[in-house]
């Protein structure tokens, strides 16, 4: 099944691309943090130099690597539910459950060990720009060369492929488990079923939290800035737990907006909830990059500005470790901005690129393609709201706790420009991407699309 696994690779790339794009990403991204330790040693960085660098490789990457390997796990999931029914019939042909389980585990390793590799390059440069960074911002002395070396290496490909692996095994045990019967009706209906596990993690990081954001309001209340250690990790979390509850919430979510779809869209908006209510598994793939983006994006914007603001009553100067830590941020900021982004187009053209048969089915029925677009458009808005109203939810966990503790409000300082140029940012990425990718799928003639 290995051997069937590589030829799948081959003759599928595109069918695999979203899943290779989030571990080449990822990778890079892991690499470049965790090159900055490999400087602090290389370079013998002592003192708040080597603290700055350590705080970027363990803490920072620490969240970068969180995000990471929750996106790869999504899209891995994603590929190997648009593959229920070749699934299906390589069970019906006497495939078992092993053989399934090791040829998408092949799948994933092969994938992730060429993403990891071909990462090490985008990494260096990546590590150079954050080092020079730090570098102009005086927070390590020029003297100090940039280094890659074996951390760097050894995270981002040892994570990579031990993730990839991990996910591709949780995602193909219960692939081989269903039923052919089961596996062809998912096919069909793309229900998104939660499974047990998936509620337990979901609650378990909203749990997690949930803690943080209370030992910020406890423990940290009165401590300065240091009340960003926990506060700024909660939305974090709070984001990821609720992107694992997306099945559930998208089912809720089609279900009560179905009514005003139908009425206020005409023939395009009861073929958009009619579509909808059969698609919440891969809504709620769409969903997840952008409560993740949100969320975080924010929450440490929001974070910041209050912190900004506490110094500026204090009528204080920024000392060497506040500059470190709006650094920080930022590039918490940057990092999430980018790879969420990246992420969300990312998803969206792989899930619309595998709708091409049903687009070309739904124009043979009497569609225009002008309805098929506007269906997506419909789609785009539903998936902007959920997300947007999500990813404020999980925001507050950070906002709210932090405010609390730095300056006595659960008001955050910093205006509205700067949520709604997130949102805004959230809701173009969503519409483009959608609308672009459709267009491009509908191109070709109904009958082909229909057949292929």
Same mark, same amino acid.
């Given at each position: 099944?290995?051997?069937?696994?590589?030829?799948?690779?081959?003759?599928?790339?595109?069918?695999?691309?979203?899943?290779?794009?989030?571990?080449?990403?990822?990778?890079? /991204?892991?690499?470049?943090?965790?090159?900055?330790?490999?400087?602090?040693?290389?370079?013998?960085?002592?003192?708040?130099?080597? %603290?700055?660098?350590?705080?970027?490789?363990?803490?920072?990457?620490?969240?970068?690597?969180?995000?990471?390997?929750?996106?790869?796990?999504?899209?891995?999931?994603?590929?190997?539910?648009?593959?229920?029914?070749?699934?299906?019939?390589?069970?019906?042909?006497?495939?078992?459950?092993?053989?399934?389980?090791?040829?998408?585990?092949? %799948?994933?390793?092969?994938?992730?060990?060429?993403?990891?590799?071909?990462?090490?390059?985008?990494?260096?440069?990546?590590?150079?720009?954050?080092?020079?960074?730090?570098?102009?911002?005086?927070?390590?002395?020029?003297?100090?060369?940039?280094?890659?070396?074996?951390?760097?290496?050894?995270?981002?490909?040892?994570?990579?492929?031990?993730?990839?692996?991990?996910?591709?095994?949780?995602?193909?045990?219960?692939?081989?488990?269903?039923?052919?019967?089961?596996?062809?009706?998912?096919?069909?209906?793309?229900?998104?079923?939660?499974? !047990?596990?998936?509620?337990?993690?979901?609650?378990?990081?909203?749990?997690?939290?949930?803690?943080?954001?209370?030992?910020?309001?406890?423990?940290?209340?009165?401590?300065?800035?240091?009340?960003?250690?926990?506060?700024?990790?909660?939305?974090?979390?709070?984001?990821?737990?609720?992107?694992?509850?997306?099945?559930?919430?998208?089912?809720?979510?089609?279900?009560?907006?179905?009514?005003?779809?139908?009425?206020?869209?005409?023939?395009?908006?009861?073929?958009?909830?009619?579509?909808?209510?059969?698609?919440?598994?891969?809504?709620?793939?769409?969903?997840?990059? /952008? /409560?993740?983006?949100?969320?975080?994006?924010?929450?440490?914007?929001?974070?910041?500005?209050?912190?900004?603001?506490?110094?500026?009553?204090?009528?204080?100067?920024?000392?060497?470790?506040?500059?470190?830590?709006?650094?920080?941020?930022?590039?918490?900021?940057?990092?999430?901005?980018?790879?969420?982004?990246?992420?969300?187009?990312?998803?969206?053209?792989?899930?619309?690129?595998?709708?091409?048969?049903?687009?070309?089915?739904?124009?043979?029925?009497?569609?225009?393609?002008?309805?098929?677009?506007?269906?997506?458009?419909? %789609?785009?808005?539903?998936?902007?709201?959920?997300?947007?109203?999500?990813?404020?939810?999980?925001?507050?966990?950070?906002?709210?706790?932090?405010?609390?503790?730095? !300056?006595?409000?659960?008001?955050?300082?910093?205006?509205?420009?700067?949520?709604?140029?997130?949102?805004?940012?959230?809701?173009?990425?969503?519409?483009?991407?959608?609308?672009?990718?459709?267009?491009?799928?509908?191109?070709?003639?109904?009958?082909?699309?229909?057949?292929?």
């Amino acid at each position: 099944m290995f051997g069937l696994a590589i030829r799948s690779l081959r003759k599928r790339t595109g069918a695999f691309a979203a899943s290779f794009l989030a571990m080449f990403l990822g990778s890079a /991204i892991i690499m470049a943090f965790a090159s900055m330790q490999d400087t602090a040693e290389a370079g013998g960085a002592t003192g708040p130099a080597g %603290e700055t660098l350590s705080i970027m490789a363990n803490v920072v990457g620490g969240w970068g690597l969180l995000l990471v390997v929750f996106a790869v796990a999504s899209t891995m999931t994603l590929s190997v539910r648009q593959r229920a029914a070749e699934m299906a019939l390589l069970k019906s042909i006497g495939a078992t459950p092993a053989q399934l389980g090791r040829m998408i585990v092949g %799948e994933a390793a092969g994938l992730a060990l060429a993403a990891a590799v071909l990462g090490i390059v985008p990494a260096m440069l990546i590590g150079r720009g954050l080092l020079g960074m730090l570098h102009d911002t005086d927070q390590v002395p020029a003297s100090i060369g940039y280094a890659f070396g074996p951390i760097a290496l050894t995270m981002g490909i040892g994570i990579m492929f031990v993730s990839a692996t991990a996910a591709a095994l949780i995602t193909a045990r219960r692939a081989a488990r269903v039923r052919v019967t089961e596996s062809m009706m998912e096919a069909a209906t793309d229900s998104g079923r939660m499974s !047990r596990k998936r509620i337990v993690f979901a609650v378990l990081f909203l749990l997690v939290a949930a803690n943080q954001a209370i030992i910020t309001v406890t423990v940290m209340d009165g401590k300065g800035s240091d009340a960003m250690a926990t506060s700024g990790q909660a939305d974090i979390f709070a984001a990821i737990g609720l992107a694992l509850l997306a099945p559930a919430i998208m089912r809720r979510v089609t279900a009560l907006a179905s009514g005003p779809i139908r009425m206020l869209g005409g023939a395009t908006g009861d073929l958009a909830a009619s579509v909808m209510r059969r698609r919440t598994g891969a809504m709620a793939s769409a969903v997840t990059p /952008i /409560i993740l983006f949100v969320g975080i994006a924010v929450g440490t914007l929001y974070l910041q500005a209050t912190e900004n603001a506490a110094t500026d009553a204090a009528g204080l100067a920024k000392t060497a470790e506040q500059k470190n830590i709006e650094t920080l941020n930022f590039v918490v900021i940057g990092m999430v901005v980018l790879f969420a982004a990246i992420m969300l187009v990312n998803t969206l053209i792989a899930a619309t690129a595998h709708r091409r048969r049903e687009f070309g089915q739904t124009r043979l029925a009497g569609a225009t393609p002008r309805q098929v677009l506007g269906t997506v458009a419909l %789609e785009s808005a539903v998936l902007t709201v959920t997300g947007v109203v999500f990813g404020t939810i999980a925001s507050v966990f950070t906002i709210v706790p932090f405010g609390l503790a730095r !300056r006595d409000s659960v008001t955050p300082d910093g205006d509205v420009w700067t949520y709604l140029a997130v949102v805004a940012l959230a809701a173009v990425l969503t519409g483009a991407t959608a609308y672009g990718a459709t267009r491009r799928t509908i191109r070709a003639p109904a009958v082909e699309a229909a057949l292929n």
